[in-house]
C-alpha cells in the first residue's frame, strides 16, 4: 500500500530503555482480531501502560513522534500490527541499537522508520534525553542521520537504499514489482515439475 | 570465503526472479501459507488495488490463530474472531484459495498442516504471515515469516523483494542424553545464541544431534529459529525427510518423485563451504530445559535454581533477568522443582505434533494430574487429533484429568480464550514465554512434552523420571 514519504521527522522522543521488546508487548494478541490496519492506537504497549510511570503516559508523548528504545526492539511475533499501532499514536521513527528482522521490514513496508544506530550512539542518545528529557531529536531520512542538537549530538544510522528510497518516496512495493511481469512468467515456465499445486478441496471433511 | 557450496545459497539462487540494480533481489514463492490473522488487510488491500491473487495454485488456507478448541458445534462466541473467520471464508472464496476450514480433517495450525500435507519439500521456498514459519525449513526448505504487507504483495506478484541474509552454522555435536529432548536442544541452542544473535542469519542446523533427529524433532528445533532472531532455520534433506514425504498427498509420484530425489540429494552444503557465523553446541550436556525469564534465552536445566541476576556478565543481561523474575515473582536461588504450576498447555506449532503428544501420555500412563492443576491438550492438526485417537492417546490423556481438545494455536498466544488468569504460572510447550503472551498477567515456563505432563502429575516442575 503506498503511503506519504517521509523525509525528515523533529520532535521529542518517548524513551522505552528496555532491550528485546517483542511484538506481543508492542500490541497484544487481543487486539490482532481487528480486520482493519486502524484503530490500533489505545492497544499500543497494552500492558506497560497500566503503570502511570510508564513514558507512553507522559504528556510528552502525545506530540512525540520518535521512539528510542533498547536492543533488539520489535523481537518476536511477525504481526506487522505492531507497526500499524506506532504509527496510529503518530509515531514516523523508532531509533534502536538492532531490529528484529521481521519488523524492520514491516516498518518499511508500512512507512514507519527503522533506523538502527551503533551501540554508542544509543548509549549518547539515551544519556542526552535523561539529562533533558524534553529535548528535540532529529531523524532526517535523506542523511541518514539522527540528532539531539541542544545536546551537539548528530550520528549516522544504518537504513538500506532501497529502504530509504521507498520510505522518502512512499512507494508501493507491489506495482515497482510488477515492472518485473516478464521475468515472473518467465521464471514459472522453468519451475520444477515435481512442484506442489494445492488443488481445490474447501469441503468440510475434505 | 567459499560460499559456493550452502545449502542456504542453493535454494536462494535457484527462486531468484530479478536482480535489479539498487533493489532487493526478487524472489519467487513456491508456497504461501495463510491464517485468519495476517491476511484480512491483505486481502482488502489486495481488492482496493484491483488487483487478483496471481496464483491461488501456489496458496493454501487454514484457520487456526483465534479458532475455539472446544464447542466447535456451536458457532464462535467471540464476535470478533468469528468475524475474522467468517472473512477468511470469503476471501478464500473470491480468490479461489483452497482453504481447510473448521470442521476440515485437513484444518489446523499451519506449520502442522503444511508438512503434515507434503506440501513442505526440500528446495522450495514457503512463506506465510507468522513468524514461525521457520518451521518448514526442517525439510531444506528456506522459509520465513513476513508481515501482512509482505502478504499482499505474495498475493500479487507470488515473489517477495528480499536482501539476502548472512548464513549461520549451529554445529550440534554428540548424542541427546536420555531424557532430553529436540525442545530441550531449541532452548539449549538459543540460550547459547541470545535471543538476538540470529539476527539478519539463515540457520542451517548441522551435526550428528541433527542428523539423529526425526522429522518432527526437526520440526521442533527449526520452529524456535525465531526466538533466536534467526530469519529461518534450515536441516539437509536426507532419508528421514524423504521417508517422511514419500506418500504423501502433495509429494511427487512415480517418474517425478525420482527426479525429485536426484534434485533434492543435491541439497547439502559442500564439504569445505564456510559461514558468515559459526557456533557449536554440544548436545551431550544438555539436561530438560525449564525457561524462568520473560524471553525464550533465559532458561536453565530443570536440576538448576533460579539464577542470581548479579552473576551475569553485562548490565543488560542483569536489568533483564531482574525485571524478569519480578514479572515472573521468582527469588533467586529456589530450586526450579519447588516451583508449583496452576496450569499445564500441550500443543503449539513447536509441540502440537504426534510424537509430542506420544511422549506426554507415556508419561501420564496410569498417573493423574495434580490436584488443581489445570491441564489442557491441544493437538497441532484434526488429522494430528484423529490419529492420536487412533491410538487410544485422548484416553490417556483425559483419564488422567488433561482437557482433550480441538486443533488451533489456543494457549501458546491466547487469543481464543484459552489463557492464563493473572498471576498464573504455566508450564507450556510452546516457544514464547513474553509477559503476558498466554493471558495478560500470566507467567509462563517453556518446557518439553514429557516435561510438561511430568510437571502436571508432580504440580511442580518435574522431570518424567521424578514421578
Redesign the interface.
Given at each position: 500500500m503506498a503511503s506519504a514519504g517521509i523525509q525528515r521527522v523533529s520532535s521529542p522522543a518517548v524513551v522505552v530503555d528496555r532491550h528485546d521488546v517483542d511484538t506481543d508487548q508492542i500490541i497484544p494478541a487481543a487486539w490482532l482480531k481487528r480486520v482493519e490496519r486502524t484503530g490500533f492506537s489505545a492497544g499500543l504497549f497494552g500492558a506497560w501502560r497500566a503503570d502511570p510511570e510508564f513514558a507512553l503516559n507522559h504528556p510528552r508523548a502525545q506530540s512525540a513522534r520518535i521512539l528510542l528504545a533498547g536492543r533488539n526492539f520489535g523481537c518476536g511475533s511477525s504481526r506487522e500490527h505492531a507497526v500499524w499501532a506506532l504509527l496510529d499514536h503518530g509515531f514516523q521513527a523508532v531509533v534502536s541499537s538492532r531490529f528484529a528482522d521481521i519488523f524492520r521490514g514491516n516498518c518499511v513496508s508500512a512507512g514507519l522508520v527503522p533506523a538502527e544506530v551503533s551501540e554508542e550512539t544509543a548509549a549518547r542518545l539515551f544519556a542526552a534525553l535523561e539529562a533533558d528529557p524534553d529535548a528535540a531529536v532529529v531523524v532526517d531520512v535523506a542523511a541518514r542521520t539522527v540528532a539531539i542538537p541542544s545536546a551537539g549530538i548528530e550520528e549516522p544510522f544504518s537504513l538500506a537504499d532501497y529502504a530509504r528510497w521507498r520510505l522518502l518516496e512512499g512507494l508501493d512495493d507491489i506495482a515497482l514489482t510488477l515492472r518485473h511481469e516478464d521475468a515472473i512468467a518467465a521464471y514459472e515456465a522453468r519451475r520444477p515439475e515435481w512442484l506442489p499445486t494445492v488443488t481445490a478441496d474447501s469441503r468440510p471433511g475434505g | 570465503m567459499n560460499v559456493t557450496g550452502r545449502l542456504f545459497d542453493k535454494v536462494w539462487d535457484r527462486h531468484v526472479?530479478?536482480s535489479?540494480e539498487?533493489?532487493?533481489e526478487?524472489l519467487?514463492v513456491?508456497?504461501h501459507l495463510v491464517h485468519e490473522?495476517?491476511s484480512?488487510?491483505a486481502f482488502?488491500?489486495l481488492e482496493l488495488?484491483g488487483?487478483k491473487v496471481r496464483r491461488?495454485?501456489?496458496?493454501?488456507a487454514t484457520m487456526d490463530?483465534?479458532v475455539p478448541t472446544i464447542g466447535l458445534d456451536q458457532p464462535i462466541a467471540?464476535p470478533?474472531?468469528a468475524?475474522?473467520i467468517a472473512?477468511l471464508r470469503r476471501n478464500?472464496?473470491t480468490h479461489?484459495v483452497?482453504?481447510?476450514?473448521?470442521?476440515?480433517?485437513?484444518q489446523g495450525i499451519v506449520h502442522v498442516i503444511g508438512p503434515q500435507l507434503?506440501?513442505t519439500?526440500p528446495g522450495?521456498t514457503l512463506v506465510c504471515?507468522?513468524?514461525h514459519t521457520s518451521t518448514h525449513g526442517a525439510f531444506g526448505a528456506l522459509a520465513?515469516?513476513?508481515?501482512?504487507?509482505?502478504v499482499?504483495?505474495v498475493l500479487?506478484?507470488?515473489?517477495l523483494?528480499q536482501?539476502k541474509?548472512a548464513a549461520m552454522a549451529v554445529n550440534v555435536e554428540g548424542e541427546l542424553p536420555p531424557g532430553c529432548t529436540p525442545k530441550d536442544l531449541a532452548l539449549g541452542i538459543i540460550r547459547a545464541l541470545g535471543?538476538?544473535g540470529g539476527?539478519?542469519s539463515v540457520i542451517e542446523y548441522r551435526g550428528a544431534a541433527i542428523r539423529a533427529l526425526s522429522m518432527e524433532g526437526r520440526m521442533t528445533v527449526c520452529n524456535m529459529s525465531?526466538e533466536g532472531?534467526a530469519?529461518a532455520g534450515m536441516i539437509a534433506p536426507d532419508d528421514t525427510t524423504f521417508g517422511y514425504l514419500d506418500g504423501r498427498r502433495?509429494?511427487?509420484r512415480g517418474a517425478?518423485?525420482e527426479?525429485?530425489l536426484d534434485?533434492w540429494r543435491s541439497l547439502v552444503t559442500d564439504e569445505g563451504a564456510e559461514f558468515d557465523y559459526e557456533a557449536t553446541v554440544s548436545a551431550s550436556a544438555l539436561h530438560p530445559v525449564v525457561t524462568w525469564g520473560t524471553?525464550p534465552a533465559q532458561s536453565v536445566s530443570i536440576d538448576d535454581v533460579i539464577p542470581e541476576p548479579a552473576t551475569f556478565g553485562s548490565q543488560?543481561l542483569r536489568?533483564?533477568a531482574e525485571?524478569a523474575l519480578t514479572y515472573m515473582n521468582l527469588n533467586p536461588g529456589t530450586a526450579i522443582r519447588d516451583i508449583s504450576v496452576d496450569a499445564v498447555f500441550i500443543g503449539s506449532c513447536t509441540n502440537g505434533r504426534l510424537e509430542d503428544l506420544r511422549a506426554a501420555a507415556e508419561v501420564l500412563r496410569g498417573r493423574k494430574v495434580y490436584p488443581g492443576v489445570r491441564a489442557l491438550v491441544v493437538p497441532g492438526s484434526a488429522r494430528v487429533k484423529a490419529e492420536a485417537e487412533a491410538e487410544g492417546l485422548d484416553k490417556l490423556f483425559s483419564d488422567a484429568g488433561f482437557e482433550w481438545r480441538s486443533a488451533g494455536c489456543s494457549m501458546c498466544?491466547?487469543?481464543n480464550g484459552d489463557i492464563l488468569s493473572p498471576g498464573e504460572r504455566s508450564a507450556s510447550t510452546s516457544n514464547?514465554n513474553?509477559?503476558?503472551?498466554q493471558g495478560?498477567?500470566g507467567r509462563t515456563h517453556l518446557v518439553s512434552p514429557a516435561v510438561a505432563a511430568a510437571t502436571a502429575v508432580a504440580g511442580h516442575f518435574a522431570a518424567p523420571g521424578d514421578v
Amino acid at each position: 500500500m503506498a503511503s506519504a514519504g517521509i523525509q525528515r521527522v523533529s520532535s521529542p522522543a518517548v524513551v522505552v530503555d528496555r532491550h528485546d521488546v517483542d511484538t506481543d508487548q508492542i500490541i497484544p494478541a487481543a487486539w490482532l482480531k481487528r480486520v482493519e490496519r486502524t484503530g490500533f492506537s489505545a492497544g499500543l504497549f497494552g500492558a506497560w501502560r497500566a503503570d502511570p510511570e510508564f513514558a507512553l503516559n507522559h504528556p510528552r508523548a502525545q506530540s512525540a513522534r520518535i521512539l528510542l528504545a533498547g536492543r533488539n526492539f520489535g523481537c518476536g511475533s511477525s504481526r506487522e500490527h505492531a507497526v500499524w499501532a506506532l504509527l496510529d499514536h503518530g509515531f514516523q521513527a523508532v531509533v534502536s541499537s538492532r531490529f528484529a528482522d521481521i519488523f524492520r521490514g514491516n516498518c518499511v513496508s508500512a512507512g514507519l522508520v527503522p533506523a538502527e544506530v551503533s551501540e554508542e550512539t544509543a548509549a549518547r542518545l539515551f544519556a542526552a534525553l535523561e539529562a533533558d528529557p524534553d529535548a528535540a531529536v532529529v531523524v532526517d531520512v535523506a542523511a541518514r542521520t539522527v540528532a539531539i542538537p541542544s545536546a551537539g549530538i548528530e550520528e549516522p544510522f544504518s537504513l538500506a537504499d532501497y529502504a530509504r528510497w521507498r520510505l522518502l518516496e512512499g512507494l508501493d512495493d507491489i506495482a515497482l514489482t510488477l515492472r518485473h511481469e516478464d521475468a515472473i512468467a518467465a521464471y514459472e515456465a522453468r519451475r520444477p515439475e515435481w512442484l506442489p499445486t494445492v488443488t481445490a478441496d474447501s469441503r468440510p471433511g475434505g | 570465503m567459499n560460499v559456493t557450496g550452502r545449502l542456504f545459497d542453493k535454494v536462494w539462487d535457484r527462486h531468484v526472479v530479478a536482480s535489479p540494480e539498487g533493489e532487493p533481489e526478487l524472489l519467487y514463492v513456491d508456497m504461501h501459507l495463510v491464517h485468519e490473522v495476517t491476511s484480512p488487510q491483505a486481502f482488502e488491500g489486495l481488492e482496493l488495488a484491483g488487483r487478483k491473487v496471481r496464483r491461488p495454485d501456489l496458496t493454501i488456507a487454514t484457520m487456526d490463530h483465534d479458532v475455539p478448541t472446544i464447542g466447535l458445534d456451536q458457532p464462535i462466541a467471540d464476535p470478533l474472531a468469528a468475524e475474522q473467520i467468517a472473512r477468511l471464508r470469503r476471501n478464500a472464496e473470491t480468490h479461489g484459495v483452497t482453504l481447510h476450514a473448521l470442521g476440515s480433517i485437513e484444518q489446523g495450525i499451519v506449520h502442522v498442516i503444511g508438512p503434515q500435507l507434503g506440501l513442505t519439500q526440500p528446495g522450495m521456498t514457503l512463506v506465510c504471515g507468522d513468524s514461525h514459519t521457520s518451521t518448514h525449513g526442517a525439510f531444506g526448505a528456506l522459509a520465513f515469516g513476513i508481515g501482512t504487507t509482505e502478504v499482499e504483495h505474495v498475493l500479487a506478484t507470488q515473489t517477495l523483494r528480499q536482501v539476502k541474509p548472512a548464513a549461520m552454522a549451529v554445529n550440534v555435536e554428540g548424542e541427546l542424553p536420555p531424557g532430553c529432548t529436540p525442545k530441550d536442544l531449541a532452548l539449549g541452542i538459543i540460550r547459547a545464541l541470545g535471543t538476538g544473535g540470529g539476527v539478519g542469519s539463515v540457520i542451517e542446523y548441522r551435526g550428528a544431534a541433527i542428523r539423529a533427529l526425526s522429522m518432527e524433532g526437526r520440526m521442533t528445533v527449526c520452529n524456535m529459529s525465531i526466538e533466536g532472531g534467526a530469519r529461518a532455520g534450515m536441516i539437509a534433506p536426507d532419508d528421514t525427510t524423504f521417508g517422511y514425504l514419500d506418500g504423501r498427498r502433495y509429494s511427487p509420484r512415480g517418474a517425478l518423485w525420482e527426479r525429485a530425489l536426484d534434485d533434492w540429494r543435491s541439497l547439502v552444503t559442500d564439504e569445505g563451504a564456510e559461514f558468515d557465523y559459526e557456533a557449536t553446541v554440544s548436545a551431550s550436556a544438555l539436561h530438560p530445559v525449564v525457561t524462568w525469564g520473560t524471553n525464550p534465552a533465559q532458561s536453565v536445566s530443570i536440576d538448576d535454581v533460579i539464577p542470581e541476576p548479579a552473576t551475569f556478565g553485562s548490565q543488560a543481561l542483569r536489568q533483564s533477568a531482574e525485571r524478569a523474575l519480578t514479572y515472573m515473582n521468582l527469588n533467586p536461588g529456589t530450586a526450579i522443582r519447588d516451583i508449583s504450576v496452576d496450569a499445564v498447555f500441550i500443543g503449539s506449532c513447536t509441540n502440537g505434533r504426534l510424537e509430542d503428544l506420544r511422549a506426554a501420555a507415556e508419561v501420564l500412563r496410569g498417573r493423574k494430574v495434580y490436584p488443581g492443576v489445570r491441564a489442557l491438550v491441544v493437538p497441532g492438526s484434526a488429522r494430528v487429533k484423529a490419529e492420536a485417537e487412533a491410538e487410544g492417546l485422548d484416553k490417556l490423556f483425559s483419564d488422567a484429568g488433561f482437557e482433550w481438545r480441538s486443533a488451533g494455536c489456543s494457549m501458546c498466544l491466547g487469543m481464543n480464550g484459552d489463557i492464563l488468569s493473572p498471576g498464573e504460572r504455566s508450564a507450556s510447550t510452546s516457544n514464547r514465554n513474553f509477559e503476558g503472551r498466554q493471558g495478560p498477567g500470566g507467567r509462563t515456563h517453556l518446557v518439553s512434552p514429557a516435561v510438561a505432563a511430568a510437571t502436571a502429575v508432580a504440580g511442580h516442575f518435574a522431570a518424567p523420571g521424578d514421578v
